[in-house]
């Protein structure tokens, strides 16, 4: 329970860098993928530990609670599906493919480092790389002593009871970190073949920036041939972009 406190305070550090990614961004989709980075990411931390807490739960039995990593050992003999829904879970706290945590680590660092990220904010997507390996060692200790230790004789003979919704739950929980990362794996290569087909089709055309610009240039546009219409698009385009005080002077100047 120590080591899970621990890394809560961890997984909650990754929220925290989507965030501060979105905070920093100027493009609006840019902080719209950030803050959705950090709700994909505390939804499927929620996911990971509501069934790591469950399996603890199953472990533990009258007058004795599963709190230390050591209680942990044999769960392969005793019950080796139970143990391959708890080696999933630590997989995807330590950000292991294909479970849903690496992606959802994987989606927060992509944020961290989008267009126009700084230097801090790629050293602080170094930086969290770096403590996620060092974490991996403690989840990955949980599996070897699942796997590679024997039971106590005790637990040997204490079989595992537990209500059928109980079980049926943390079965579910543990298919869906799996079941999940392998769909989001799936689905973000189509995203990204489309993405790129549409980079494509729109190649050479002038980026959102370059448009202000144009307008403030007074360069004609279809519809917007007279001086109102051409600075009340600038003001639309400076309120896109999060610059409320520019929005609302150009819309002075149109009005």
């Given at each position: 329970?120590?080591?899970?406190?621990?890394?809560?305070?961890?997984?909650?550090?990754f929220v925290l860098l989507a965030?501060?990614?979105?905070?920093?961004?100027?493009?609006?989709?840019?902080?719209?993928?950030?803050?959705?980075?950090?709700?994909?990411?505390?939804?499927?931390?929620?996911?990971?530990?509501?069934?790591?807490?469950?399996?603890?739960?199953?472990?533990?039995?009258?007058?004795?609670?599963?709190?230390?990593?050591?209680?942990?050992?044999?769960?392969?003999?005793?019950?080796?599906?139970?143990?391959?829904?708890?080696?999933?879970?630590?997989?995807?706290?330590?950000?292991?493919?294909?479970?849903?945590?690496?992606?959802?680590?994987?989606?927060?660092?992509?944020?961290?480092?989008?267009?126009?990220?700084?230097?801090?904010?790629v050293s602080l997507a170094v930086?969290?790389?770096?403590?996620?390996?060092?974490?991996?060692?403690?989840?990955?200790?949980?599996?070897?002593?699942?796997?590679?230790?024997?039971?106590?004789?005790?637990?040997?003979?204490?079989?595992?009871?537990?209500?059928?919704?109980?079980?049926?739950?943390?079965?579910?929980?543990?298919?869906?970190?799996?079941?999940?990362?392998?769909?989001?794996?799936?689905?973000?290569?189509?995203?990204?073949?489309?993405?790129?087909?549409?980079?494509?089709?729109?190649?050479?055309?002038?980026?959102?920036?370059?448009?202000?610009?144009?307008?403030?240039?007074?360069?004609?546009?279809?519809?917007?041939?007279?001086?109102?219409?051409?600075?009340?698009?600038?003001?639309?385009?400076?309120?896109?972009?999060?610059?409320?005080?520019?929005?609302?002077?150009?819309?002075?100047?149109?009005?």
């Open positions: 329970k120590r080591m899970l406190a621990y890394s809560t305070i961890a997984q909650m550090g965030m501060l990614s979105g905070v920093t961004a100027a493009d609006p989709v840019l902080v719209a993928g950030s803050y959705s980075a950090a709700m994909f990411y505390l939804i499927t931390y929620a996911l990971t530990s509501l069934g790591t807490f469950g399996v603890m739960l199953l472990l533990s039995r009258r007058g004795f609670e599963a709190e230390e990593i050591a209680d942990f050992r044999g769960l392969a003999k005793r019950s080796p599906w139970y143990a391959f829904v708890m080696l999933l879970l630590m997989f995807s706290l330590a950000g292991v493919p294909p479970t849903v945590g690496f992606y959802a680590k994987l989606v927060v660092l992509q944020a961290l480092v989008s267009e126009g990220a700084t230097t801090a904010a930086i969290a790389v770096l403590f996620s390996l060092i974490a991996a060692f403690y989840y990955l200790r949980i599996v070897k002593t699942m796997y590679f230790d024997e039971p106590t004789p005790e637990a040997a003979a204490t079989p595992l009871v537990a209500p059928t919704d109980m079980r049926v739950a943390l079965s579910i929980n543990g298919i869906l970190v799996l079941v999940l990362g392998i769909l989001y794996m799936f689905f973000s290569r189509r995203w990204l073949a489309a993405s790129s087909a549409g980079a494509a089709a729109t190649a050479g055309r002038p980026t959102f920036r370059e448009w202000i610009e144009q307008l403030r240039a007074g360069k004609p546009f279809a519809g917007m041939a007279n001086l109102a219409q051409r600075t009340t698009a600038i003001a639309g385009a400076y309120a896109r972009l999060g610059d409320r005080n520019l929005a609302f002077e150009w819309l002075e100047k149109a009005y």
